[in-house]
Nanobody, 131 residues
């Protein structure tokens, strides 16, 4: 059974950077599309980014508010997925979750709504952006 554990969150000043990691056990992430989601207090859950499996092209999608600042990547050898977050803003403060959904090479674009509904979730890591 796939289990996901996020790490790398913390407190950072505006303009700073963090690198979140999502480590998997029980399955190889090579076969899974991955998404990063976040939820701030009092707000709805939001899809941040997702990436397809490498055999489907490894393409990534980002929500508009993080384009140019966040980068999703995967290291299949380490069975991990990363979210590099640069130029952080106070509005990026949230609990960040990774989600994994078994995928195939024909699924050449990840859809965050589908990942959210059908994927396996980690427990999250807190990111706080504040001076």
């Amino acid at each position: 059974q796939l289990q996901l554990v996020e790490s790398g969150g913390g407190l950072v000043q505006p303009g700073g950077s963090l690198r979140l990691s999502c480590a998997a056990s029980g399955r190889t992430l090579e076969d899974y599309a991955i998404g990063w989601f976040r939820q701030a207090p009092g707000k709805e859950r939001e899809g941040v980014s997702c990436i397809t499996i490498r055999s489907a092209g490894g393409s990534a999608n980002y929500t508009d508010s993080v384009k140019g600042r966040f980068t999703i990547s995967r290291d299949n050898g380490k069975n991990k997925v990363f979210l590099q977050m640069n130029s952080l803003k106070p509005e990026d403060t949230a609990v960040y979750y990774c989600v994994a959904l078994f995928s195939t090479p024909v699924q050449r674009e990840c859809v965050m709504r589908v990942l959210a509904e059908f994927g396996s979730w980690g427990r999250g890591t807190q990111v706080t952006v504040s001076s």
